[in-house]
């Protein structure tokens, strides 16, 4: 799986680029990835939903989906930073109903059939340190 806008939003990383915009607090800005289909035992192949928008308690899944953008992070009872522990580029699972999906993004001409999302970092369930990891924990468990 690779990432249709973080190469995009990596040229958001340089001081010059971060004093046109600030992504407030502990948001992240998410890629949110296609769900595999699944293989059941009896050989019935199960797609994933394609309609983010209409999840319901009985479908819902955790969501993979990679680190585009995220704030500052958080400011303890003393006024003292705390940085985030997700970085951009993470693959992050995070739960399905914390995420505010967006359907167009200010500066993608594309239309993003809601790919994008916005989420707090307390909504993150798992992280992994890029694809290859992701890639190697699901192989481990596979085994």
Known sequence: MESKYLEKFKRLQTEEAQALYRLQGARVLLEVLPQKEIKTAAGIILSAPKDHVK??????????AIV???GAGYVDSDNNPIDMDVKVGNI????????????TFPGIVDYTKNTL???????????????EKFEQYEALLNG
Request: no cysteine; aromatic share 10%; charged share 15%.
């Open 55 to 64: 999840v319901t308690a009985e479908s819902f899944q955790p969501q993979l």
């Open 68 to 70: 585009l953008l995220i």
């Open 92 to 103: 992050v699972m995070v739960n399905e109903l914390g995420l505010r999906y967006f359907s």
């Open 117 to 131: 999302a916005l989420t707090s970092e307390s909504e993150i369930q798992m992280i992994f340190e890029n694809m």
